[in-house]
């Protein structure tokens, strides 16, 4: 595929989530699982100390998550969550591919720099996993909220082993709860907006390709099932996007100072 089409497009606006197809051929997606494999099990060439790593929850309640900080936390393939993975050469380079340039600029307009807000690894292992609570993606440390994630399987994703769940055409309804920092739902809103007759399981082949609007309602259960959920996720936002903290910069993804990897090398050596 070369192209997003109008219909799609018209299809997304309508739905918040738009599948593109596979787009990963059998090599691509191999060089992604075994890249992120290896650096679970700390076999990667890369600076761990910038890598964001979250280890899974046994319970499978997100409360008893482990704690997300800086560095690796043991040679493992039971962590949940993986972040700044934009400083890795084989991550850089699928997220920079020019269709998912195509749809930034469909979303933020044309020529506009746009930044990586977060480049994620999302994991349930198997017969494990933590269930992920209905919410919105939004951070109100932001001055305006990020309207585009890609989001790639790297396993089989299905019902069993804790897919994705959606709400079509819930982006529409804007913030349901603005006062959450994060965006999750109170229990009234979830009654009120994620009745099961209405729920959409994203079942996917590994090396699909799916849009979502950052303000389409999701959850996901606990992996019931001998298969890992892998999946790659990358948040792209307007570059001119201002965070209240001040001390945060995000890496560019398209336009001027794109990370390269001579940019990644500077990076990791600091």
Known sequence: ?????????????????????RLLDGESLDALQNEIDAIMMGEADINYDKLMMQLDSKSGKIEDVGEQTQGSKGSTLNYRKIQN???????????????????????????????IFRAMFMNKPANRGTWLPWHQDRWQTLDRDPLLTIWTPLDPSTKENGCVQVIPGSHRKGLINPGDRSGFLAEEHIQKHCQADN??????????VVLLHNHLLHASDINRSPQSRRAFSVCYMDAATQDKRNDVTYPIAFGQEALTPRLIKAAMAN
């Open 85 to 115: 993975l934009e400083y890795d050469p084989v991550f850089l380079e699928y997220l920079q591919r020019p269709l998912f340039r195509e749809a930034c600029q469909y979303v933020y307009g044309p020529d506009r720099p746009i930044a």
């Open 1 to 21: 595929m070369n192209r997003i089409t109008e219909e799609q497009w018209t299809a997304f606006k309508r739905d918040g989530f738009l599948n593109l197809g």
């Open 199 to 208: 729920i959409f399981y994203m079942e996917l082949e590994a090396g699909e």
